[in-house]
């Protein structure tokens, strides 16, 4: 038997066991007691291999995504690589395994040594960010299907004030710390748990979460990817790799010639004003109250330190164990009570309350502990959001923040610099080269950009 023939049976024989291994080894049970075995909530494991297949198709899409931004400068790719995201990763892995849900994973492995995380989903949480940190956010471009499915939907944008979109900034910073801490407690995967649009992959959610996503979707019609912008905490650690990334999303491929196209064509409100013309009283003014802020920061942090230390208590009673000792100690007649099945099945375990008391107190000093450094955090993610606002950054042309920048690649398609211009000009009708934002035959809802006739390409 030749070499090649010996190779393609070995690879032949891994497939079969692979797939046996897949599938279920005994038949679910049968009872004669009417009792219906309920559907599993997430989906089943799959074989070790195809596991690295589903990290080969992640790792493969992000280097297609870069390769996309980086050298065709193609939004028509982006857009069509996103679908084909969204159908794997979303539609056919059911939401499973998820960056976004992978840093649960971590922290569970890193503060509970019983629990060995496996290679996918380290995997799956380390990639997206050494990709963001030398390109930029690929992954949100085309990579994750909670944005996909969103940034489909985008269909009239509008733009957020920055005093309504900096504070709303706050939200995925508390979901993240709430979420490591969770998870670190073994409490819950809340990012799992309430994820709006998983129950539309597995075509099965509660009734509130299919509100919840179907709410989503519906304000992402006007505010573009809510989800993504002011919710995600996996976002949080993307826009920190993003701002250091060696490479970012460049809107024009040439000198940039000031139409402002980019920054009405971008939806996520990502594009930065040119800064040059700033008076200098407002940098002076800018730099005495940043020595202010930068001076407050420490009670900012002791701040949320005090005010997380005073939410423990009620943090901690979303811990299964906590919230029985104290249904128990409050509600003593509940132990009759057969249809309450966390009561019963205690009962059941021989365990006494001493025990289980023990156990709750516990878990009730570790979200103390956890509880301070979460306000902690919160504190100083407040205070350095204030210091970003007064931070000034000199920059003559309109540029992308690599932190906010989901490198969709808009801004690129609908930049007229470097695109041919037909040789006769109407007065009133576009260039041929200019992609009108409003749609063809009449202006678009950026207008037409000022002395754009006058320029040659």
Same mark, same amino acid.
């Given at each position: 038997?030749s ?13 079969l ?18 009792y ?16 690295y @297949? ?8 992000? @280097? ?51 629990y ?7 995997a ?36 957020l ?12 910073h ?31 959610? !509660? ?27 996996y976002?949080? @650690? ?8 060696? !490479? ?6 040439? $000198? ?15 594009? $930065?004003?040119?800064?040059? !013309? ?7 003014s ?21 005010l ?8 901690s ?7 029985l000792a $104290? ?14 099945i ?16 023990a ?7 570790e979200f #103390? #502990? ?39 690649g ?13 040789k006769?000009? $109407? ?13 063809l ?17």
């Open positions: 038997m070499k090649w023939k010996k190779t393609g049976s070995a690879f032949f024989l891994s497939v066991e692979g797939i046996s291994f897949a599938q279920q080894r005994f038949p679910k049970p049968e009872f004669e007691t009417g219906v075995q309920p559907s599993p909530e997430t989906p089943a494991p799959r074989a070790l291999f195809l596991e @297949l589903d990290v080969g198709v992640l790792f493969l899409v992000l @280097l297609l995504a870069s390769w996309l931004i980086y050298r065709k400068r193609s939004r028509r790719g982006i857009l069509w690589l996103s679908v084909f995201s969204l159908a794997y990763f979303g539609f056919y892995r059911e939401g499973c395994i998820c960056a976004v849900g992978s840093v649960q994973n971590v922290a569970l492995s890193l503060f509970r040594p019983e060995a995380i496996s290679l996918t989903a380290l799956f949480f380390l990639i997206p960010l050494v990709f963001t940190l030398f390109h930029g956010r690929t992954f949100c471009a085309a990579a994750c299907p909670l944005g996909a499915i969103q940034d489909l939907l985008v269909a009239k944008p509008v733009a004030a920055p005093w309504v979109r900096k504070p709303l900034g706050l939200i995925p508390l979901y993240l710390g709430l979420a490591v801490l969770f998870a670190a407690t073994g409490t819950e995967f809340i990012i799992c748990r309430y994820d709006p649009f998983v129950g539309f992959f597995r075509l099965d959610a !509660r009734f509130v979460m299919v509100i919840l996503g179907i709410g989503f979707l519906v304000l992402g019609l006007f505010v573009a990817r809510p989800y993504c912008r002011f919710l995600c905490p976002g949080v @650690l993307l826009s920190w790799m993003s701002r250091f990334s060696k !490479r970012s999303l460049s809107i024009t491929p040439a $000198e940039c010639i000031d139409c402002k196209l980019c920054a009405k064509s971008c939806p996520f409100d990502a594009i $930065e004003k040119p800064t040059n !013309r700033q008076a200098a009283d407002v940098k002076e800018n730099a005495k109250r940043f020595l202010v802020y930068g001076l407050l920061l420490p009670v900012f942090v002791a701040g949320g330190c005090f997380g230390g005073r939410a423990h208590v009620f943090l009673k979303a811990h299964p164990d906590v919230r $104290e249904l128990l100690i409050s509600q003593p007649e509940v132990r009759n009570d057969p249809d309450n966390d009561v019963q099945a205690f009962l059941a375990s021989g365990k006494t309350m001493e025990t289980l008391i156990g709750a107190l516990v878990v009730r000093q #103390y #502990y956890g509880s301070l450094i979460l306000g902690a955090f919160m504190g100083l993610v407040a205070g350095l959001m204030l210091l970003n606002q007064l931070a000034f950054r000199e920059h003559t042309d309109y540029e992308p923040n690599k932190a906010d920048c989901f490198s969709c808009r801004c690129m398609d609908y930049c007229p610099v470097g695109k041919e211009v037909g006769t000009r $109407e007065v009133g009708k576009n260039p041929g080269g200019w992609k009108n934002p409003g749609g035959g009449k202006p678009g809802r950026c207008g037409k950009p000022p002395g754009f006739d006058e320029y040659l390409i």
